[in-house]
């Protein structure tokens, strides 16, 4: 039998939500009230970036190489997919045979997408 949800199961949700907005709003507010108000005077010895106490030399802005962000995003994007992995080794004999051959299909596609990648030289950090 399929269980009724009537509005005050939700109660301690709100509750919760409530809360949560209540300290947000309370800190925000409290923060502009207790913090102290005073002129910013700008000068460029206060502009100037401070990084360890080491002098800023040259431009920060010197291009990256693409290969670390596709990199970076491959990484992402397979480790996401290798987190589908838990839950089937977690309840595998629940699956029996179709959830074992449908893994297979996961894993196919999987490796297919990393031999693509391998193959097209997207792992190459020399080139």
């Not at 009537?6 to 109660?11: A, F, R």
């Not at 925000?28 to 360890?52: A, P």
Request: hydrophobic fraction near 55%; aromatic fraction near 20%.
């Amino acid at each position: 039998m399929e269980k009724i949800y009537i509005p005050s199961d939700y109660l301690p949700v709100l509750i919760q939500s409530a809360v949560a907005l209540g300290f947000v709003v309370v800190t925000m507010v409290l923060s502009h009230v207790i913090g102290g108000k005073r002129k910013r005077i700008r000068t460029l010895r206060k502009d100037e970036n401070f990084e360890c106490g080491i002098e800023v030399k040259g431009n920060a802005r010197f291009p990256f190489s693409v290969k670390y962000f596709l990199i970076a995003i491959l990484f992402v994007l397979f480790d996401v997919e290798i987190i589908f992995f838990y839950p089937w080794a977690i309840n595998f004999k629940e699956f029996g045979w179709d959830g074992f051959w449908e893994m297979m299909v996961f894993l196919g596609f999987l490796l297919f997408g990393f031999y693509y990648i391998i193959s097209k030289g997207a792992l190459n950090w020399e080139e």
